[in-house]
Structures are given as C-alpha cells and as structure tokens.
C-alpha cells in the first residue's frame, strides 16, 4: 500500500464509520479532543502530516485504531520476499513521517 492509498483509505474509514455512528464532523472533534478542522482535513485526505497521537484521537470515538498487518520479516526469506518487505517497510515510513507533525494547530 503506497501512501496516497494509505491516507484515502484512513480517510475513508473515518468518514463512514462517523456517518454510520450519525456524528458531525463537529461533535466528533469535541469527542476526539481536536479541532473539527482537523477531523475535515482528516476525512477530506489532506492532513498528510497529521500525527499518529492526533489521529488515534480521533479514530477512538469511532472504536477504530492504526493496526499493523502482515507477515513478519522470516529469516531465510527468499529475495522477492525480502524486496517485498522492504518496499512495505520504506511505504510504513514514508506514510507515518508523513502523518506526524500535522494537526499541531488544532485543539
């Protein structure tokens, strides 16, 4: 999963799970704890930089939480395997640095 599909997907996630539970965007921040700007930024996949604490915030209104999935680095993987894994573990980093640091203006 590439970044941009990791950030659509949170969005999305967020976005329904809050219409199902019949929440504003409004009431849902003073739930969380954090600007309804940031929860608009969130569902709209423009807070790019927002912070894993931030955004786990907000998901636990929602009963949702960030989970790792997938299997392990196996030592005597093969190549491709191994490759695979990397590439995973450059896409984790690549979207966690890019969800912290944002959000910091809100509440």
């Known amino acids: 999963m590439n970044a941009t599909t990791f950030i659509n997907t949170v969005a999305a996630a967020v976005r329904e799970r809050r219409h199902t539970l ?24 423009q807070a790019p930089g927002v912070g894993v604490e931030k955004l786990a915030m907000v998901l636990s209104p929602l009963g949702l939480e960030l989970a790792l999935e997938g299997d392990a680095r196996c030592v005597g993987a093969s190549d491709e395997t191994s490759e695979e894994n990397d590439e995973y573990e450059r896409l984790l980093q690549y979207a966690v640095s890019g969800w912290e640091g944002a959000g910091t203006n809100g509440k």
């Open 22 to 45: 019949a929440l504003t965007q409004k009431q849902l921040a003073s739930m969380a704890g954090v600007s309804e700007r940031l929860v608009r930024l969130i569902e709209a996949g």
